[in-house]
């Protein structure tokens, strides 16, 4: 009987503890959600001077973009009834100030402006606080130690490196010029612009482009880069996604999680072999004598005044953020670059006629020749214009500020720039969903804000690899047009979506042949 009393007391007196629990978790939500409505009715009356387009109460936006090809569009129809910039609800508390005209990103461009603590913090598990997300002395210390590593003298080398990976690109597409089939050619690229980066940032021959995927590394770190950049876009458009125990708790956590530790694991093995080739060599001096310097070395010897140099946390973040932002965005530019071209057979011939004039009889681009191709620099930066590698990017302000208007927005809004949407706005571009490179000859240009083509951002915060990504576009481009023809397939038009970087749901596929047997 006494034990049956004492189990009952227990009983008892556990449901009273559970009772107070549900009811401490429910006034805890309730206190959540009501400090977030607040925080929503304050954000509705800031933005009230840039009207946007009607809204769900509760989804806001999302439900809108239907990740069917056509969702790039619907912010450039967006811009054509709200000019200059707009308000975007992405669920019931996130807004986001979305602008798309050059005088309004040119003011927060301009500044040293944090990225948000938003999209951006969904990337940090990744690629940790490296150059793209740290602010504040952190990015500016690590942007100064940094910056050696793109200097001409790195970046001449490179050039026969990019070279010789376009060409074991280009020899597999042999297969695929015999063949009156398209085939996809961003899996291609993304290889191809992996092995180079491999071989020009860290000295590392992979053989990623000719191993086959089950016996290679790096190709299960591309299917990573891939799986990441799709779980990002998940997350941020998953609101209960944006809580951090939700999402680690879901099945889509687990996959990141997964796809983190073969990203990780490859970035931790190309550190930790070079650390142990370098245990000796601790000047860059002595390194040079031996072979050319790549941006590895420079991390691992970087000082600054006081000598100090990069933490092993801080060299980690920095390779993998140039290794996802060096070949993703690049193989975007380059597979856009050649579809461009394959609509437009026109100036793909004249670009074709000035690359083999500037060979002169070669096959493989050197440095020299970077300057020889004016026009095929002009459709690439077309091309640019029309399918930006990274189509968006967000800042949170820290303090008020106002555009050129008049209008203002406080601190802690999120401010994004629609690259896709300024490149496309008809105000500012002629028939802006045309292909026409000679918008960008010299005297065109001189007519325009500078901050009507921003596809490598603009200002103190511009991407520090431009010139590394240009070079390689350029060899890439030039090389395959000397070699092949391109068409396009008008059976499998891509359609365009915005990941990490620009993507194509279906793909985007094209048909070569050889040019020698052309008629």
């Keep these: ?62 439900r809108e973009f239907k990740q069917d090809g056509n969702d790039m569009y619907k912010v450039v129809k967006w811009g054509e009834s709200y000019p200059l910039a707009f308000q975007m609800w992405f669920g019931p508390f996130v807004s986001i100030l979305n602008i798309h005209h050059p005088d309004y990103v040119k003011t927060i461009l301009a500044s040293t402006e944090p990225k948000d603590d938003l999209s951006y913090r969904f990337l940090i598990p990744w690629i940790g ?6 602010e504040g002395q952190k990015w500016f210390r690590h942007r100064r130690l940094l910056t050696p590593g793109f200097h001409y003298d790195v970046l001449k080398p490179y050039v026969k490196m990019m070279a010789d990976s376009a060409k074991t690109m280009l020899d597999k597409w042999e297969t695929h010029s015999k063949s009156d089939e398209s085939f996809e050619l961003f899996e291609h690229v993304s290889l191809m612009t992996l092995d180079s980066i491999m071989k020009c940032a860290f000295s590392s021959n992979t053989n990623c482009q000719t191993v086959r995927g089950g016996e290679s590394g ?30 680690q708790l879901s099945p889509h956590g687990y996959k990141y999680r997964k796809a983190c530790n073969v990203a990780h694991s490859h970035t931790e093995e190309i550190i930790r072999k070079r650390k142990e080739a ?144 300024i490149h ?8 802006p969903n045309a292909f026409d ?12 804000s500078p901050h009507a083509f921003v596809p490598f951002s603009a200002g103190p915060r511009n991407c520090i690899g431009q010139n590394f990504a240009m070079n390689e576009m350029k060899v890439v481009v030039a090389q395959t047009l000397k ?25 985007i596929h094209v048909k070569i042949k050889p040019v020698d047997l052309e008629p």
Aim: proline residues 6%; neutral net charge.
């Design 424 to 431: 496309r706005n008809a105000t500012v571009w002629e028939n």
């Design 1 to 62: 009987m006494e034990l049956f009393e004492t189990l009952k007391k227990v009983t008892l007196d556990s449901y009273r503890i559970h009772h107070l629990v549900a009811i401490f978790s429910l006034v805890y939500v309730i206190l959540k959600i009501s400090k977030l409505i607040v925080k929503r009715n304050e954000w509705i009356r800031a933005l009230e001077t840039f009207p946007g387009p009607p809204k769900h109460w509760l989804f806001g936006h999302v």
């Design 218 to 247: 790096t190709n299960s770190y591309i299917k990573a880069v891939y799986e990441l950049s799709d779980l990002v876009n998940v997350r941020f458009r998953t609101f209960p996604y944006h809580s951090e125990w939700i999402f």
């Design 278 to 421: 370098l245990k000796d060599e601790k000047e860059l001096g002595r390194i040079q004598a031996k072979r050319n310097l790549d941006f590895l070395d420079i991390l691992l010897c970087a000082r600054d005044e006081d000598q100090q140099g990069l933490s092993d946390e801080a060299i980690r973040a920095e390779v993998d953020t140039f290794m996802f932002e060096g070949h993703d965005t690049t193989a975007s530019g380059i597979s856009w670059t050649l579809y461009s071209l394959a609509c437009n057979p026109e100036h793909q011939q004249i670009c074709r006629d000035e690359v083999i004039s500037a060979l002169e009889g070669r096959d493989t681009m050197e440095w020299e020749d970077l300057s020889k191709i004016p026009y095929t620099t002009m459709c690439i930066k077309e091309s640019l214009r029309l399918y930006p590698p990274v189509p968006g990017m967000s800042r949170k302000i820290t303090k008020p500020m106002t555009f050129f208007d008049g209008r203002t927005v406080p601190e802690g809004c999120l401010v994004g720039t629609s690259i896709f949407g």
């Design 129 to 134: 606080d490296g150059l793209l997300v740290s």
């Design 437 to 448: 490179p000679l918008r960008f000859l010299p005297k065109n240009s001189a007519k325009r």
């Design 483 to 507: 070699r092949y023809q391109l068409t396009e397939d008008p059976m499998k038009k891509p359609k365009m979506i915005p990941r990490l970087v620009l993507r194509s749901l279906n793909g």
